[in-house]
Structures are given as structure tokens and as C-alpha cells.
């Protein structure tokens, strides 16, 4: 008889622990995001490199994405693609300047991105695929991706912009400067390269979901693609208010 209640036990343990992962495997929080990319004519850079939009649709969805996914497992976050939108930009008066002053942007003495850029990249997104104010406090976040966002830039979150974060596919951060190169579209994630476009969209939205630079050789910094502790629960914190989880 003991050994019959005996079974009985371990056969109900089993079941517990099945129902564990059945419920951990939905425990996912899944995030809409909606990728922009906005397509021009090549913008020269001083050096010589002309940056095109050379991300397409596919990349975005087979490559960049599931990266992404990789990466925010830490924190049991899933992206998913809400839509791809291949955006012109803008050509208002005077949006060849604006161009040209991105491209010639730099960072200040104290490392710091020109912040006047910012304006002008949002003025090239076309009103009509933006999100208000209270869309955005919803569950859909948007990526742009441009050709270029500025000398050593790679991404922003754009805090005064309702967080439409941009990235750059052309970018001259890993050599500091001098001329710009495709951006990787990833990297292994045990072995830091220089970044990639995927490790840079995560970390961007990041910064949407209420985390700052707060860690070291992590994805919150400029180096490596984890997440600390502290990291993964404002995260997931937000991403539930997001999600309406």
C-alpha cells in the first residue's frame, strides 16, 4: 500500500511540474513593435562612404528580431513585429541641410551625442505612421531605422519624441570616427565585436521600458548583452503596464 500511495505521489509531482512548465512557457510578455525603414537617397558622409538604407524586410524579420528575442529572453520579454513600414523620408524645405547637419554631427568633450540632431530626425518621419502620445503609453513601440544618426552614434531613445527610437545601419562607432561601415546585423552574444543593429535596438528600447546606463559590460552600457537583476524586473514591470498583463 505504501508503495502504491508512493506512485500516486510521484505521478502527482510529475503533474505539478508539467502544469510549472506549461505555465512558465506562457509566461512570455509579448511587446508590439512596429520597424521603420526610412529610405532616401544615399547620404554621403565627408569621408566618402554613401549610406543607403540596405535593411530590408526580411533582415528585420528573420535576423534582427529573433536576435532581439534572444537577447530580452533574459527578462521574458517577446518582440513581435506589429508591422514594417518601408517610410520615404520627409523632403520638406530644407531637408537637405538638416541631412547634411546629421551626418556632420559629433559627440561633445564630455562624450555626449549632439542633442540638436534629434529634432531634425524626427522631422524626416512621416506624421502619418507616428503614434500619439497615449498610443504610446500603449503596447506598440516604434524603431526607426535610418542610414546614418551621427558621427560614433549608433542609437537613441528620443525621450522628448514619445520614444521613437532611432538606429542608424550605416555607423561609425567602433572605429571612432572614421568612415562609416554597415552596421552588423549580430553579433555573438559571448563575444562583444562592436555592436550590432539588433543589440542596438534592444538596447534602446531598454531605455523605453525605464532602464538607463546603470551597469558594466551589459546591454544598458556599451559593452556585452546582459541584464542584471535589478534590470529585468523594471523591465518586465513596465513591459506588463505595457502589455496590460
Known sequence: MKIFYSIIIVLLLIGCNEDNNSLNAE???????????????????????????????????????PEMNSIWSQAKIEWMVEGIINEPIVEYNGFEEDIEYIINSERDDEGRSDPARLPLLYNLMNPSYLSSEIELEKNLFHIYIFPFIGNTSQGNAMNPYG?????????????????????????????????????????????????????????????????????????????RRRSGV
Open 27 to 65: 509566461e512570455n510578455i509579448k511587446l508590439n513593435i512596429r520597424v521603420h525603414l526610412m529610405e532616401s537617397e544615399a547620404w554621403i558622409h565627408p569621408l566618402g562612404s554613401e549610406m543607403n538604407m540596405w535593411v530590408t524586410e526580411s533582415d528585420v524579420r528573420q535576423t534582427i528580431i
Open 163 to 239: 520614444f521613437h527610437s532611432v538606429v542608424g545601419c550605416w555607423t561609425n562607432k567602433h572605429n571612432r570616427g572614421e568612415n562609416p561601415e554597415k552596421t552588423l546585423l549580430t553579433e555573438p552574444q559571448t563575444e562583444f565585436v562592436r555592436g550590432s543593429l539588433a543589440r542596438t535596438i534592444s538596447h534602446e528600447l531598454g531605455h523605453v521600458l525605464g532602464l538607463s546606463h546603470s551597469c558594466n559590460n551589459c546591454l544598458m552600457y556599451s559593452r556585452g548583452y546582459e541584464l542584471n537583476v535589478a534590470q529585468i524586473v523594471i523591465s518586465t514591470e513596465e513591459a
